[in-house]
């Protein structure tokens, strides 16, 4: 059974990505469109835009959970 969950735009998305991985996708965005940064990372198109829009209203690209074992 592979674990979902639901992203901004409410598709299925797969478990979380790595951070470190994550963090590397506003850098990108600055030289590629959101399809390129798909594509050369392999995140789906929806991940890529849900981190993008996570950092431009927060400043971070991992989302907290609010309370501990909590999505």
């Known amino acids: ?3 979902t969950r639901l992203c901004c735009g409410g ?3 797969p ?3 790595p951070r470190g991985a994550k ?3 506003p850098i990108m965005s600055a030289h590629l469109k ?3 940064i ?3 990372t392999g995140f789906s198109l929806c991940t890529v835009q849900c981190v993008l829009e996570l ?3 927060t400043g971070g690209v ?3 959970p609010l309370q501990n074992g909590w999505p």
């Open 55 to 57: 950092w431009r209203n």
């Open 1 to 3: 059974m592979i674990l």
């Open 34 to 36: 959101t399809w390129q």
């Open 62 to 64: 991992v989302q907290v």
């Open 38 to 40: 798909a594509a050369v």
């Open 23 to 25: 963090v590397l996708i």
């Open 15 to 17: 478990p979380s990505h």
């Open 11 to 13: 598709h299925e998305q």
